[in-house]
């Protein structure tokens, strides 16, 4: 038996969330369905990882995350191609040298400019209810 859930959130954040599924192929659903899954498995963010804060970052945190996320991406392909070395190995790091990185980066870079853009409407709209209140 399955049970309907519902629940309140930002109507510039759920246009983001659909956005990035529709890129992703999947269903809002199912993305939503397999967070459960795994929040249910026992998995858990880190501590201080939020996955939405609620509060923009400045261009420093962005930059800071795509540093991060590169830099573990060459790493982890680094390591798989000292496993094997050889020609074809050589290979396959020219082309991901090629083509992969710019791939990640180009996809990495739309992404965080979703985020940052989701993030300042929400701020933009803060400060509107803010301006009504003071007034």
Same mark, same amino acid.
């Given at each position: ?47 201080? &990882?939020a996955l939405y ?6 261009? !420093?945190? $962005?930059?800071? =995350?795509?540093?991060? +996320?590169? /830099? ?33 980066e180009e996809?990495?870079? &739309? ?9 300042? !409407?929400? $701020?933009?709209? =803060?400060?509107?209810? +803010?301006? /009504?209140?003071?007034?």
């Amino acid at each position: 038996m399955s049970k309907l859930a519902t629940f309140r959130l930002e109507e510039d954040i759920w246009d983001a969330f659909l956005a990035a599924t529709k890129e992703e192929g999947v269903s809002a659903s199912s993305a939503l369905l397999e967070f459960v899954k795994w929040y249910v498995a026992g998995n858990r963010l880190a501590k201080g &990882e939020a996955l939405y804060t609620g509060i923009a970052p400045d261009s !420093k945190v $962005i930059n800071n =995350l795509k540093d991060k +996320l590169r /830099e573990d991406i060459y790493e982890k392909l680094e390591v798989l191609l000292r496993i094997q070395q050889g020609p074809l190995c050589r290979r396959i790091k020219e082309e991901l040298e090629e083509n992969l990185y710019k791939s990640i980066e180009e996809k990495l870079d &739309e992404r965080l400019d979703v985020l940052e853009s989701t993030l300042y !409407k929400r $701020i933009e709209k =803060l400060e509107e209810r +803010l301006g /009504e209140l003071a007034a």
